[in-house]
């Protein structure tokens, strides 16, 4: 014989629908005097949150429409286990982190009007409990909680490390300078006070081939009456962004590990590479530079053995 449905049950749900979800777990087990995991367990078996806003979506087709209103689109799946929070407060704290925007967080959760929404709003966000579960929220962000945002937060690190040298390519060359004289023929031109050969430089941009280049950090390429150009994504924005997940000192060591790398990769070639003076020259600075942020780089001492060494023309 079946054992009969506990009468408190359906008491404990009568709570909760004329708190509008607005009351706790403890708070229904202390008016009930049951545990607050039995009224866990039938908000879960029960399907409240469901039944609750299936009653609200049915009001608001009975109820004329609102401007300042906003129904319940694309509610976020609740995954916050935390009995301090009320219901409405845990959906505040999801919608918060789809766009960082407390007012219209507090509308989609409380279902109320712009204008309770924008006081209301910067008030949840004051909230020590609010605050606590948002900090947590964030911290599973980074560590594989959320694949969609983790990947989002993976791009903003692309877009704001981005190096516009991975795209093109700089140079310059010398030429002698000539002229012609009353027959035609070319001359080369000398310094009348040094007597040494006039030249000038002329400077190239090329942009590397597509296969080279990753491409989903190129915002824009176009051909305009100057040539080609490439327009990267903003910087400064991809920072902003990175900065509601991540704080200042983790995005310097993030730049000072991508510094390293780097410099490891040129001091790597610069090693096996006999270079004429200039370009000697140019890699010797650029190892400068990454040592003037990171420090010395450390040589393998266990290496002991002659590498094999390409020549440079």
Not at 205 to 223: M, P
Not at 283 to 309: M, N
Request: aromatic share 8%; net charge neutral; with cysteine.
């Amino acid at each position: 014989m079946p054992r009969k449905r506990d009468p408190r049950r359906d008491e404990a749900f009568e709570l909760f629908r004329k708190a509008n979800g607005g009351i706790k777990n403890r708070e229904i087990a202390q008016q009930l005097n049951i545990s607050e995991k039995t009224v866990g367990s039938w908000k879960s078996k029960d399907q409240w949150i469901q039944k609750l806003n299936g009653v609200l979506q049915s009001n608001e087709r009975s109820t004329p429409k609102n401007k300042e209103s906003t129904s319940i689109k694309n509610k976020p799946e609740l995954v916050i286990d935390n009995d301090h929070l009320t219901e409405q407060q845990k959906l505040f704290c999801l919608y918060y982190l789809q766009h960082f925007n407390a007012t219209k967080a507090y509308q989609q959760a409380y279902q109320c009007a712009y204008t309770t929404a924008r006081t209301e709003g910067s008030r949840a966000l004051a909230n020590p409990n609010i605050k606590k579960e948002l900090h947590r929220l964030k911290a599973e962000l980074q560590q594989d909680t959320f694949v969609g945002v983790k990947d989002l937060i993976q791009e903003y690190v692309k877009q704001a490390f981005a190096d516009i040298t991975d795209f093109v390519e700089f140079s310059s060359s010398e030429h002698k300078l000539y002229t012609y004289d009353d027959k035609g023929e070319k001359q080369e031109v000398y310094n009348e006070f040094t007597g040494d050969l006039e030249t000038y430089k002329s400077s190239q941009v090329a942009l590397k081939n597509s296969e080279e280049v990753d491409g989903t950090l190129i915002q824009e390429v176009k051909k305009g009456k100057d040539g080609v150009s490439v327009k990267l994504y903003d910087k400064q924005k991809a920072m902003s962004e990175l900065l509601k997940f991540f704080t200042v000192d983790e995005l310097k060591q993030a730049q000072i590990r991508k510094v390293q790398s780097e410099a490891d990769i040129i001091e790597n070639k610069a090693s096996k590479l006999v270079l004429n003076e200039k370009e000697q020259s140019k890699v010797q600075g650029l190892i400068d530079i990454g040592q003037s942020l990171i420090g010395p780089i450390k040589k393998d001492e266990g290496s002991g053995q002659d590498e094999s060494v390409e020549a440079i023309d």
